[in-house]
């Protein structure tokens, strides 16, 4: 093992630089020379590379934000033509191995380059949490802390203007930020994609929280919830006579990507990205590396891709006691 390379692909997620700087550094300490693939696979297609060639090419980026070498969707990447493109110009460039960091979409191009013999390692970089074999993903708890913050600045407002607010964060068809939220914001009910719910019930929790005598009600939702924020609104706006609240919405959208990460993002980040080096250089590769415990630990692709991950919901049961 003489030359790596590293993208970041899909999605960006807070952590994504930490991850660089780490995988960056720990392939230098170990004489490897280390290229940066910009714009994810579109990058490997394009023959986009350039070679980080001392530690300080990553100095000053821990706690900045979004990725340092870009990322994108790449349709290209899951055709024939595409994938060999990007097996030849990693040949062509003698790169011996690749980390890569992103969500499901990217882990599913990692398993199809190990397929063709390319040495990958791959870890989890997505602000939805959905990846299996990790407990938590690189980005989630800085995502989930802006959404807190966000949370408990509408509450003021909310409480000021004795209003009903929802408050519609990421995750179209898994729930976690959204249930994660709601439960360290006391909030008065939560919507998730996995579990249904009928906006009659909606009317139901905003109408008892008024009756309670409380000044505000805060309801958090999923943007692929059975109802999005935007339905429900309006349908509680026609029933505001009834509910006694005014009500507004809040969509917290790609604000939940951005930002410095969190002390627990910028040391996930790290600790992966450097195991993910050392498994390269051990041999061990069409893995990904994950959270399990307290460790860090490899895990098959084919598995990854292979299984789903499912929300806890007896974590919902205890929203619904805490919404009490």
């Known amino acids: 093992m003489k030359r790596i390379g590293i993208l970041t692909s899909g999605g960006d997620s807070p952590g994504m630089n930490p991850f660089i700087r780490a995988t960056v550094r720990a392939g230098l300490y170990h004489g490897l020379r280390v290229y940066g693939v910009k714009r994810g696979f579109a990058g490997l297609i394009e023959d986009a590379m350039e070679e980080f060639d001392d530690p300080r090419a990553v100095s000053g980026i821990l706690h900045r934000g979004g990725t340092i070498l870009q990322t994108a969707r790449c ?5 024939e033509r595409g994938l060999c493109k990007a097996v030849h110009n990693l040949n062509e460039r003698a790169i011996d191995g690749l980390v890569v960091l992103g969500g499901n979409g ?4 990692c398993y199809e380059l190990s397929r ?3 040495q990958v390692v791959a870890a989890p970089g997505t602000i939805d949490n959905d990846i299996p074999f990790t407990h938590m993903a690189i980005g989630v708890d800085t995502a989930l802390n802006i959404i807190l913050e966000a949370i408990d600045r509408i509450r003021d407002t909310a409480s000021a203007l ?4 929802l408050v519609e964060t990421m995750g179209r068809e898994c729930g976690y930020l959204a249930l994660m939220a709601g439960i360290a914001g006391g909030v008065e009910m939560i919507c998730i994609p996995e579990i249904p719910f009928k906006l009659e019930e909606v009317v139901e929790v905003i109408k008892s929280a008024y009756l309670r ?3 505000h009600c805060i309801i958090v939702v999923a943007e692929g919830a059975a109802y999005n924020a935007a339905q429900i609104e309006e349908y509680v706006h026609q029933r505001q006579d009834e509910t006694g609240f005014a009500i507004r919405t809040t969509i917290l959208g790609h604000v939940q990507r951005g930002g410095t990460p969190t002390a627990f993002d910028r040391i996930l980040a790290t600790r992966m990205g450097q195991t993910a080096v050392e498994c390269l250089l051990a041999g061990e590769h069409g893995v990904m590396v994950g959270l399990q415990g307290s460790e860090i630990v490899p895990t098959p692709l084919e598995e990854v891709i292979s299984a789903t991950k499912e929300l806890d919901l007896s974590l919902y049961e205890t929203s619904k006691i805490m919404e009490r």
């Open 106 to 109: 990217s882990l599913r191009g």
């Open 75 to 79: 349709p290209n990447f899951k055709t």
């Open 213 to 215: 005598g409380k000044d």
């Open 116 to 118: 063709m013999g390319i």
């Open 162 to 165: 004795e209003r009903a607010f």
